[in-house]
């Protein structure tokens, strides 16, 4: 499948290096210029381009920018066909977003993004941490597999990205509709737990929506005092916090 990503950084990179090892023809852009992104990603066959150029001929498109980024890409995106399956990874995070308008903690951030570029969007890999997406993959079937949920309200879009997402090394668990994928946003227990298909499907239903933005709050609060004290976090601490504090 030929596929553009928007967004080079710790996500996009990984995404672009795994998919094209899985046989896909990968064009990456980031704002910069293609000559500013890593070599590394395009030693593993991706191509970097312009961001004007991403959506040159593809079947689908990644966007793995921040949240603050997505309504400067709604112009980049506009001549792309009704048909192309486009996937979020956003996650929000007030202190780190701060500086956009602060979406109300009971709004859904995919949806968000779905009404500032004004087309559907499926949601998947934004409940992983970049550490586990490069180290964890496995073959289909391997036992402990980690699973990624995947939301969005086109079928077929939401079918490409599963697609993806297996073809990363992760089981893709489908997780309903676009306005349910605050089941899957920082707080919630299937966010970055790096949960089995089984486990994910049950953290997905155990998900309380007055939890999520208190949990996903507090998690930050103590990620940034561990810093703040000289810490080194890995992504699999970040993994650990992440499960005593979300469930
Ligand atoms: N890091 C994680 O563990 C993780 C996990 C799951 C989901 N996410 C989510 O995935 C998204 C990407 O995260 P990340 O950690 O990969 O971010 P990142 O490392 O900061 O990289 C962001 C990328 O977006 C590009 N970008 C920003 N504005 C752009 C624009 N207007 N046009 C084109 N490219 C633009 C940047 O390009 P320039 O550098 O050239 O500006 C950069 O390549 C975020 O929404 C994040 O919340 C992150």
């Not at 672009?16 to 023809?25: I, M, N, P, V």
């Not at 089981?171 to 089941?183: K, P, T």
């Amino acid at each position: 499948m030929k596929i553009g990503i928007l967004g080079a950084g710790s996500i996009g990179s990984a995404l672009a290096r795994k998919l094209s090892a899985a046989g896909h023809d990968i064009q990456i852009a980031n704002s910069r210029g293609p000559h500013t992104i890593d070599p590394g990603i395009v030693a593993s066959g991706a191509r970097a381009v312009e961001a004007t150029d991403v959506i040159t001929g593809i079947e689908a498109l990644v966007i793995s920018v921040p949240l603050s980024s997505v309504p400067a890409i709604k112009a980049l995106i506009a001549d792309l066909p009704d048909e192309v399956a486009v996937i979020d990874t956003s996650n929000y995070y007030p202190l780190r977003d701060g500086q956009i308008q602060a979406l109300d903690d009971g709004q859904v951030e995919s949806v968000w993004v779905t009404e500032q570029l004004g087309r559907p969007v499926a949601k998947a890999w934004n409940a992983i941490l970049a550490g586990s997406l490069e180290t964890k993959g496995t073959e289909a079937a391997t036992p402990g597999r980690v699973a990624i949920p995947v939301a969005g309200d086109r079928e077929v879009d939401k079918a490409v990205a599963m697609t993806l997402v297996e073809a990363t090394g992760f089981d893709a668990v489908d997780a309903g509709s676009l306005g349910d994928s605050w089941r899957q946003q920082p707080g919630a227990p299937a966010y970055c737990t790096d949960l089995t298909r089984q486990e994910l499907a049950a953290a997905l239903r155990a998900a309380r929506k007055d939890r999520v933005p208190q949990r996903r709050d507090v998690a930050m609060a103590t990620i940034t005092e561990k810093i703040e004290g000289g810490a080194t976090l890995t992504s699999d601490d970040l993994v650990e916090l992440n499960r005593s504090t979300y469930n």
